[in-house]
């Protein structure tokens, strides 16, 4: 029998997690997290509360006037004169409703965990459409018999997923982030099973296959910039011609080249037919089941080490800035979710001396769709929860609106707090425009109001890309090296055939990197840039960047060399932590706080 919900939070309270020390590198506790997020993804009654909640809502009246002529129209052709029965209507005043809306325009669960990195924006299944009772969409062209039979089948269906699902969230909970639990270690068997298998393919053919393949990878390569090229001058017939050969030799699932190759050739042809911001909604809208949101967070987080390490390194951080001290104001930039927080609760309601006042402000950009600020709020309710269960006093407050639009002054802060300025990999989808010279670009703004918070510490986590130049070849090519290295890195850790992979490339990788190829102006949302160039926009800014705790980063080193593939790199540049694979930094984390001497200030 599965477990309940309150039984997963409860399972194997951890011991207390020090902070790390020099020569004693403390092994990360993650089970918290993971309690987390089972709570998170089981929690279903977001949607029931919407109708009651927002009953005057213009899309809801709409939608309800809608059909409520479907309902008339049929109505009137059977009742006798005419009559209308109106039992038959939508009604908000009634609670066992067959039809409620779902919204259908926010980002799809998938990217709530994959997304380059970064806390995701919601977690829950959308999908546009008429839900029945059940939570099920249901077709008008169907009786209520075959409707009935199919949800029979449905609910079991979902029942056997849910139970699988709980199965592999118990053997998380238990093992944390070890490296070889359940599922991962069935995975690597594969993986080793599938690299002898080419090895031997590879001995087979001789000296001559392997210098064939290292040509069919090469053109890849080369096609791709040339059709690049041709998509650039609108030479369509050659971008056309060109487009086929990629399409031929591509796959999503071959290996890492070939799936490159499989992505960008999507963008092109949409930037080509001018859909780029059509395909791009079309990806970030998919619907992806618990199930498999499930097992493929699970898959990333035990084989890419970049979130963790980040979310280490931040809590880390917070634990030794509050130290002694009995308030704590954590200001995060960007939607919260709130899985990586737990860890961090747990630790200071374990610490000597009783656990700090924590207050929580999120700072997100209005989202599309009914009620975004509702599923934040309800991220508040679940961490409160947390909160409670360890006896950490604790206060959370959601603002919506623009990151740049939000001043220092309205946030009310308390001069006993120590407070921090989280943003872990946020500001990269933020306009950088520096060529307004009438007006400051977003960036600067909100770097500002930073500098104008004067916090403690302010830990900025960053993607490290150069591809967002204004010139289209040149942000493309350095795409192609990006991307390239991010599929590499899958390919190496993970079988080619294992479903769950693909997800994460499409709904990870594959959508940032069409964005950035397909799209063009404010409909190009993927505008990361490498940390030097952020180190320098941070001083500008009057940020004064801060020494890393030599133990800390000796912490990180450890996690992965113990826990990740040997590919994966973890050094350190210009008080940067830098993680990477085979040599290519992909992202960085910093610390900073206000420049006391500095009496420049971005206006």
């Known amino acids: 029998m599965a477990a309940t919900r309150e039984e997963l939070l409860g399972v194997a309270e951890p011991a207390p997690l020090p902070p790390p020390t020099h020569g004693d590198s403390q092994k990360p506790q993650n089970d918290l997290s993971l309690a987390y997020i089972v709570r998170m993804l089981m929690e279903d009654d977001t949607v029931d509360t919407f109708p009651d909640q927002y009953p005057d809502h213009p899309k809801l009246l709409q939608a309800e006037q809608n059909f409520a002529q479907i309902l008339s129209a049929a109505n009137i052709t059977s009742a006798p004169g005419g009559a209308l029965d109106t039992a038959l209507l939508p009604s908000r005043d009634n609670n ?20 380059g990195m970064v806390d995701a924006s919601m977690l829950l299944p959308r999908d546009n459409g008429v839900l029945d009772g059940r939570g099920y969409k249901k077709r008008f062209d169907m009786d209520d018999e075959t409707e009935a039979g199919r949800g029979r089948g449905r609910s079991r269906t979902d029942s056997e997923e849910e139970d699988t699902a709980l199965k592999m969230l118990d053997r998380l909970i238990l093992n944390g982030y070890d490296k070889y639990p359940g599922e991962m270690q069935d995975v690597l068997i594969t993986l ?22 290292e040509t069919t990878v090469t053109d890849l390569e080369t096609l791709l910039i040339r059709c690049a090229e041709s998509v650039s001058r609108n030479d369509r017939h050659s971008a056309i011609e060109v487009l086929e050969r990629i399409k031929r030799y591509s796959s999503p699932r071959g290996d890492a080249r070939q799936r490159v190759a499989y992505y960008f050739a999507q963008g092109l042809e949409a930037r080509l037919a001018g859909t780029g911001s059509e395909l791009y909604r079309s990806l970030v809208g998919k619907h992806t089941s618990t199930l498999e949101l499930v097992q493929a967070y699970h898959l990333q987080m035990a084989t890419c080490c970049f979130v963790n390490v980040a979310s280490l390194f931040s809590n880390y951080t917070i634990y030794n800035a509050v130290a002694g001290r009995r308030k704590l104001h954590i200001v995060h930039y960007g939607i919260i979710t709130g899985y990586k927080w737990p860890e961090l609760i747990q630790r200071l309601a374990d610490r000597e001396g009783g656990p700090p006042e924590v207050r929580f402000t999120t700072i997100n950009n209005p989202q599309p769709g009914f009620c975004p600020a509702e599923l934040i709020k309800e991220a508040g309710h679940r961490l409160s929860a947390c909160a409670s269960k360890f006896g950490v006093p604790f206060k959370f407050h959601a603002v919506a609106a623009k990151l740049e639009s939000v001043q220092a002054e309205d946030l009310h802060f308390d001069p006993d707090e120590v407070l921090i300025v989280h943003s872990l990999f946020q500001f990269r989808t933020m306009l950088d425009d520096n060529l307004t010279g009438d007006k400051v670009n977003p960036r600067d703004m909100v770097l500002n109001t930073i500098r104008k918070m004067k916090p403690s510490v302010f830990v900025h986590a960053v993607v490290n890309g150069s591809y967002s130049a204004a010139l289209f070849m040149t942000r493309f090519r350095q795409a192609l090296y990006y991307f390239t290295a991010l599929f590499d890195m899958m390919d190496t850790a993970i079988p080619r055939g294992n479903d769950k992979r693909m997800l994460v490339e499409r709904d990870s990788f594959a959508w940032s990197a069409i964005n950035m190829i397909a799209c063009e102006g404010t409909d190009r949302v993927e505008r990361p840039q490498n940390y030097r160039e952020w180190q320098a926009q941070n001083q500008r ?38 993680q990477g694979w085979k040599g290519r930094v992909l992202c960085a984390l910093a610390t900073w706080t206000v420049d006391d001497t500095s009496a420049s200030e971005v206006t």
């Open 192 to 213: 080793d099973k599938e690299k002898n298998a080419t090895q031997k393919r590879i001995r087979w053919r001789g000296r001559g296959g392997a210098r064939q393949t």
């Open 96 to 115: 066992n409703n067959n039809s409620t809306l779902f919204p259908g325009e926010n980002s799809s669960t998938s990217k709530a965990f994959f997304k």
């Open 541 to 578: 800014a009057g940020l004064r960047q801060l020494p890393l705790d030599c133990d800390i980063v000796l912490s990180l080193k450890d996690e992965v060399k113990n826990k990740y593939h040997t590919h994966f790199m973890v050094y350190e540049d210009h008080r940067w932590v830098l």
